[in-house]
């Protein structure tokens, strides 16, 4: 009982961490780039685990390089890369701090041939392995062919530091991400054009703000559980199509937001955090409803620029959880298995290539 309430309060902080980290965040951004102008140089448990990817052995951690490859120019695929199919479990130092990171590479992989990139971020207390067997992301990949990161916050419980300075321990996330696509796109044929986030929880608030903060190299976002927006941080970015999941007995991050949730942590509303992106992409702010399961209404706004459009699947009756996972967490609330927020998103992802 003691390991459940300890795990609740964690994961309950997450949801705190979502809002405080929008106004933060924009301060960051400006004093990274003021220290890049200055210097030239750029430094670069939410989840539970399900069947993992069989016929995959675990592999050991190795150290990455994270330069590009001589010839290779920024925002290009690099299809001289020599990195191998599998599952890789890698590490690269970003701003001083050696960060690991699993990343899967499907069978069809072939360096001649650029593939698109999707980040899965775990949630607060969490950890890569929890996040790659409950999303089961790898077993998608192999399937449609694309090559997945699942990186590993850092801290003790592990988080993403959305939210500033002010935190003890804090690393700079953003940069680390920014720095992980460049190291990944120096040993494989990524597609520049197809890089996207998506995440729950903390992480789904790492995905959502990497729309803002990475907004030139993220192609679309997933966020689930957590989708926050935040003007100061987005006013300078262009349009990001958004495909958001949340459920109404979310007890963490509560879909009404306000001063609710178990500990009554305040969070900004999922509805208010879609209509902002939806003006934030110049779209038609007529909210567009279907009913598409018995528990699942799809909440849309279209007509918007550059075809990001802004979507949000609600879960009725459904908890802190990943929709379609195949591991009910009765502590977290409903597991909807009417449809899978893994599909859904790459469906979603693979209809919107950076512009």
Do not use: K
């Given at each position: 009982?003691?390991?459940?309430?300890?795990?609740?309060?964690?994961?309950?902080?997450?949801?705190?961490?979502?809002?405080?980290?929008?106004e933060k965040a924009r301060e960051q951004r400006e004093?990274?780039?003021?220290?890049?102008?200055?210097?030239?140089?750029?430094?670069?448990?939410?989840?539970?685990?399900?069947?993992?990817?069989?016929?995959?052995?675990?592999?050991?951690?190795?150290?990455?390089?994270?330069?590009?490859?001589?010839?290779?120019?920024?925002?290009?695929?690099?299809?001289?890369?020599?990195?191998?199919?599998?599952?890789?479990?890698?590490?690269?130092?970003?701003?001083?701090?050696?960060?690991?990171?699993?990343?899967?590479?499907?069978?069809?992989?072939?360096?001649?041939?650029?593939?698109?990139?999707?980040?899965?971020?775990?949630?607060?207390?969490?950890?890569?392995?929890?996040?790659?067997?409950?999303?089961?992301?790898?077993?998608?990949?192999?399937?449609?062919?694309?090559?997945?990161?699942?990186?590993?916050?850092?801290?003790?419980?592990?988080?993403?530091?959305?939210?500033?300075?002010?935190?003890?321990?804090?690393?700079?996330?953003?940069?680390?991400?920014?720095?992980?696509?460049?190291?990944?796109?120096?040993?494989?044929?990524?597609?520049?054009?197809?890089?996207?986030?998506?995440?729950?929880?903390?992480?789904?608030?790492?995905?959502?703000?990497?729309?803002?903060?990475?907004?030139?190299?993220?192609?679309?976002?997933?966020?689930?559980?957590?989708?926050?927006?935040?003007?100061?941080?987005?006013?300078?970015?262009?349009?990001?199509?958004?495909?958001?999941?949340?459920?109404?007995?979310?007890?963490?991050?509560?879909?009404?937001?306000?001063?609710?949730?178990?500990?009554?942590?305040?969070?900004?509303?999922?509805?208010?955090?879609?209509?902002?992106?939806?003006?934030?992409?110049?779209?038609?702010?007529?909210?567009?409803?279907?009913?598409?399961?018995?528990?699942?209404v799809l909440e849309s706004y279209g007509g918007c620029?550059?075809?990001?459009?802004?979507?949000?699947?609600?879960?009725?009756?459904?908890?802190?959880?990943?929709?379609?996972?195949?591991?009910?967490?009765?502590?977290?609330?409903?597991?909807?298995?009417?449809?899978?927020?893994?599909?859904?998103?790459?469906?979603?992802?693979?209809?919107?290539?950076?512009?």
């Open positions: 009982m003691r390991i459940r309430q300890t795990a609740l309060l964690l994961l309950a902080l997450a949801a705190s961490l979502l809002l405080t980290g929008c004093a990274r780039q003021a220290a890049a102008d200055a210097t030239s140089t750029v430094e670069a448990r939410a989840g539970a685990p399900s069947a993992p990817v069989e016929s995959v052995a675990e592999p050991t951690a190795t150290p990455l390089d994270a330069t590009v490859a001589p010839g290779t120019a920024p925002g290009t695929a690099n299809c001289s890369a020599l990195g191998e199919p599998g599952l890789h479990i890698e590490t690269l130092n970003a701003g001083g701090v050696d960060r690991t990171y699993r990343l899967y590479v499907p069978a069809s992989y072939d360096a001649s041939t650029a593939m698109p990139l999707v980040l899965n971020f775990h949630g607060f207390a969490s950890n890569a392995l929890e996040q790659e067997r409950y999303t089961d992301f790898p077993s998608l990949a192999e399937r449609e062919g694309f090559i997945v990161a699942t990186p590993e916050g850092t801290n003790d419980p592990q988080r993403w530091y959305i939210y500033g300075q002010a935190e003890a321990g804090y690393v700079d996330d953003f940069a680390f991400v920014d720095q992980l696509i460049d190291a990944i796109s120096a040993r494989y044929c990524i597609d520049p054009s197809r890089i996207y986030a998506t995440g729950i929880s903390n992480g789904g608030g790492m995905s959502s703000l990497l729309g803002c903060e990475l907004n030139h190299r993220i192609a679309a976002i997933a966020p689930v559980a957590g989708s926050p927006y935040s003007e100061l941080l987005c006013r300078d970015a262009g349009p990001m199509p958004v495909v958001a999941f949340h459920g109404t007995d979310d007890e963490l991050v509560p879909f009404e937001g306000g001063p609710g949730g178990r500990l009554g942590l305040p969070v900004t509303g999922v509805r208010g955090n879609m209509r902002d992106w939806a003006e934030h992409n110049g779209c038609n702010l007529t909210l567009q409803t279907e009913r598409i399961a018995e528990d699942v620029a550059d075809g990001a459009g802004v979507h949000l699947y609600v879960i009725e009756g459904g908890g802190h959880t990943w929709p379609g996972a195949s591991r009910d967490i009765a502590l977290l609330g409903e597991t909807t298995q009417s449809i899978s927020a893994t599909e859904i998103a790459w469906r979603f992802f693979s209809d919107h290539p950076r512009h």
